[in-house]
């Protein structure tokens, strides 16, 4: 029996990654327990994504690439929402290639909270939830596609993404003791910022300036952010000289994960992403799925 087969048959029988790992351990795997359990987790995912293993997934990326890192032209950009791997929809990224091929998008920024750290949280965490280790490999994993997708991409830095620079902090740490995002995702061309602008368009996640919908005003700079999982639209304000606006993206989560029941008897997360063309000047909103939210719920917020 090959080792796909043990873990699926492991799996089945409601072993958790971890436990998993040190079977395979015991079998004399040679490989570590942190690697191990990572490999659990990319098979249970490929056993709970309807067949699609990550091959497949890869080959569709394939189709879309290559990205293109120097710009020439206009810059076409694709604003990705808060993920918060491992608890990412799991057709998100279909839809994110969609929307990068329709609108051959030549820039990539992910808006923040692209991890959830939910094990690390400052409120509390769910006691039947993922360990610390386990949570982080299946966030590496989810995130794995992502960066083969879009290897060049800028990164705001979400709350739940600083969950652990925080506690570090709080326990006294210095930072050269900690790894970078980049080291430890595996995404060396992932650059990792609180804010950035290009092309007078501010990108941020949201956490620290607010809702861009309001921000963008109160600052008197076009402003794109996420953050607010139920919140997505456009505005526009009109100015002496020029037009500026707010572009709230919405987010690629999943409503039913655990991580995610702080939400639950509010509003629904709405998903989609958002795309700045023409350098910048004009913004536009695509909805991969709107759920229990109405069309009539998502003007309001324009």
């Not at 796909?4 to 029988?13: C, D, F, L, P, T």
């Not at 293109?68 to 032209?73: K, L, N």
């Not at 006294?172 to 790894?179: D, L, S, T, V």
Request: proline content about 3%; some cysteine.
């Amino acid at each position: 029996m090959t080792k796909q087969k043990r873990v699926s048959k492991w799996i089945e029988q409601g072993l958790n990654n971890t436990e998993i790992a040190q079977c395979l351990l015991d079998e004399g795997d040679p490989l570590s327990l942190r690697t191990l359990r990572r490999y659990a987790a990319e098979v249970r995912k490929e056993l709970s994504n309807d067949g699609e293993t990550y091959e497949d997934t890869m080959e569709k990326i394939s189709e879309y690439r290559p990205f293109i890192p120097h710009i020439e032209g206009e810059e076409r950009v694709l604003v990705i929402g808060d993920l918060h791997a491992p608890f990412t929809h799991k057709d998100y990224l279909k839809f994110l290639l969609s929307v990068y091929k329709k609108y051959q998008c030549n820039r990539v920024i992910f808006i923040g909270d692209i991890l959830d750290n939910h094990y690390s949280s400052y409120h509390e965490s769910d006691p039947d939830g993922y360990g610390a280790g386990e949570e982080l490999d299946r966030a590496i994993s989810v995130l794995k596609p992502y960066i083969e997708a879009f290897p060049i991409a800028d990164v705001c830095i979400g709350n739940h993404d600083r969950n652990i620079m925080r506690k570090a902090f709080s326990s006294g740490i210095p930072k050269a003791w900690i790894k970078g995002f980049s080291d430890v995702l595996g995404a060396p061309d992932w650059n990792f910022v609180d804010s950035i602008i290009y092309n007078g368009v501010r990108y941020s996640h949201g956490d620290k300036t607010g809702r861009a919908l309001t921000s963008y005003k109160r600052d008197l700079i076009s402003t794109v952010s996420g953050h607010f999982h139920s919140t997505m639209g456009l505005d526009y304000h009109v100015g002496l000289n020029h037009r500026i606006f707010g572009l709230q993206v919405g987010c690629g989560v999943d409503d039913t994960s655990y991580a995610l029941s702080y939400g639950a008897g509010s509003k629904k997360s709405i998903l989609g992403c958002g795309v700045v063309l023409d350098n910048g000047t004009l913004p536009i909103l695509e909805t991969m799925r709107l759920g229990n939210i109405t069309t009539d719920e998502v003007r309001k917020h324009y």
